[in-house]
Nanobody, 124 residues
Framework: QVRLAEFGGGLVQAGGSLRLSCVASRRAFSNYGAGWFRQAPGKEREFVASINWSGLTTLYGNSVKGRFTISRDNAADTVFLQMNSLQPEDTGVYFC?????????????????WGRGTQVTVSS
């Protein structure tokens, strides 16, 4: 069992930046793939970014490419999401997830563990 906790959400103006962190409860997390998803009110959960266990492979959703960067620090059991040039449409609850296969994937169903999410609100 791995518990994930997200940090770093908040309120920011359009054009601003935020850095989200996802901290895992077990060292085994360094062998897992990790992903970020988001969900806006009334919408389905959307893939944002993912990273494989080594950090050498990353994937991004089309709406965030060039603005968001996913990275990880395996020594700290932490995955980060640097979000730049934020827009109101980026508003939502951001969830961190872990994939025990160790891959980077945008497939929601491949993630076994999920955090509770952190709210990101971008004002216009």
């Amino acid at each position: 069992q791995v518990r994930l906790a997200e940090f770093g959400g908040g309120l920011v103006q359009a054009g601003g930046s935020l850095r989200l962190s996802c901290v895992a409860s077990r060292r085994a997390f360094s062998n897992y793939g990790a992903g970020w998803f988001r969900q806006a009110p009334g919408k389905e959960r959307e893939f944002v970014a993912s990273i494989n266990w080594s950090g050498l492979t990353t994937l991004y959703g089309n709406s965030v490419k060039g603005r968001f960067t996913i990275s990880r620090d395996n020594a700290a059991d932490t995955v980060f999401l640097q979000m730049n040039s934020l827009q109101p449409e980026d508003t939502g609850v951001y969830f961190c997830a872990a994939d025990t296969l160790g891959t980077a994937t945008e497939n929601y169903g491949e993630y076994e563990y999920w955090g509770r999410g952190t709210q990101v609100t971008v004002s216009s």
